[in-house]
C-alpha cells in the first residue's frame, strides 16, 4: 500500500535522497526544505508519517513534531526525526516532543523504508 510522507531537510541531496528511498516502496513523497515549509502543508494536509530532519533553518525537527504532536488531526501520525547525533540529550529530546522513532544518518535505506512501513501499520491497525 502507498502512503503519503512529509520529508523536511534543509539539504537538498539527503531530501533528494530520501525522496528515492522511499518512493521504491511506491509512497508519495512531500519534500520540504524547512519547518515553516512542513507547517505550511501540515496547515491543509495529512501525511501517512513524517521525516524531519532535526536541524533546519526557522523551526527545528523537534519543534515541528512537538506542534504537531498537539493537534488532535495529526497527532496520530507517525513522526520520525533525522539525526547526525546519536547521544542521550537528543534521545531525550525526541522522547520528550513525542517523536516516534529516531532514524540516525547515515541511514540506510532498507532499514528506513522498514521502519516507515511498520510505523504507519502499526497506526493504521
Given amino acids: 500500500m502507498a502512503y ?3 520529508v523536511a531537510d534543509d539539504e537538498p541531496a539527503i531530501r533528494t535522497m530520501l525522496e528515492v528511498i522511499l518512493s ?9 526544505s ?3 515549509a512542513a507547517l505550511d502543508y501540515l496547515r491543509d ?3 501517512d508519517a513524517m521525516l524531519l530532519d532535526v536541524k533546519m533553518p526557522h ?10 504532536k498537539r493537534i488532535k488531526r495529526l497527532r496520530s501520525v507517525p513522526v520520525l526525526l533525522l539525526t547526525g547525533f546519536d547521544d542521550d540529550q537528543t534521545r531525550d ?11 540516525y544518518k547515515p541511514l540506510s535505506g532498507k532499514n528506513l523504508r522498514g521502519r516507515v ?9
Fill in 45 to 47: 494536509h495529512t501525511p
Fill in 24 to 32: 521504491a516502496d511506491g509512497h508519495d513523497i512531500v519534500a520540504v
Fill in 4 to 6: 503519503t510522507i512529509l
Fill in 117 to 125: 512501513n511498520q510505523l504507519v501499520e502499526a497506526r493504521r491497525r
Fill in 93 to 103: 529530546h525526541a522522547k520528550l516532543v513525542g517523536a516516534d522513532d529516531i532514524v
Fill in 59 to 68: 523551526m527545528d525537527g523537534f519543534e515541528i513534531c512537538s506542534r504537531v
Fill in 34 to 36: 524547512d519547518g515553516k
